[in-house]
């Protein structure tokens, strides 16, 4: 597909980067053109973000400031032998079951517009509030040309998903069937 977009739009040969994490080749803004150290949005940025924090943690947790800080906060989690409660009946059971005699937590139901289908959600508020939309809008504004709101891309999403194909079958099995063949 990216090579399918860079033919009809040569202009962009230069946004094309490979990911420092996995390789895979993705489309960047113009001002990160030509930059051999980017991470790709699907996955590899995240990881790489959350492995430099761990690793600042842990380095400063190493030095005697870090040190006293964790020793204080392991002594506030600790809670005094006398005030732990004794559990009854049983002396020796250490804990009762909180599943026995408990009643079923009702969860309340999602809008009827919503498609869950292997943990990929469909809604409006789910695509506004995605990680990914900067980047969607980023790919979109560069192919078009025009420099798109998130709004205005979550908008494109919408009327693109309501599209119906001609021919007889349930609307929900047409969207699986498109999902299946384009993945998010």
Known sequence: MLDSILQSHPELCGCVVSCAGCGLRFLTHPRNAGRRNLRCPFGCRQHHRRQCSCQRSTAYYRTAAGKAKKKRLNARRQVPP???????????????????????????????????????????????????????????????????????????????????????????????????????
Not at 95 to 111: E, F, I, N, W, Y
């Open 82 to 184: 006398a005030a732990q409660p004794q559990p009854e009946g049983d002396p020796q059971a250490t804990s009762p079951d909180p599943q026995v005699g408990a009643q079923p937590a009702s969860k309340p139901l999602r809008a009827a517009a919503e498609l869950r289908r292997e943990d990929v959600v469909l809604d409006e508020a789910s695509v506004a509030n995605s990680p990914m939309l900067p980047y969607v809008r980023m790919v979109v504004s560069l192919i078009e040309g025009i420099a798109f709101t998130c709004r205005e891309v979550v908008h494109l999403l919408r009327q693109t998903l309501r599209q119906h194909r001609i021919g007889a079958g349930c609307g929900v099995d047409y969207l699986l069937g498109f999902l299946h063949r384009h993945p998010p």
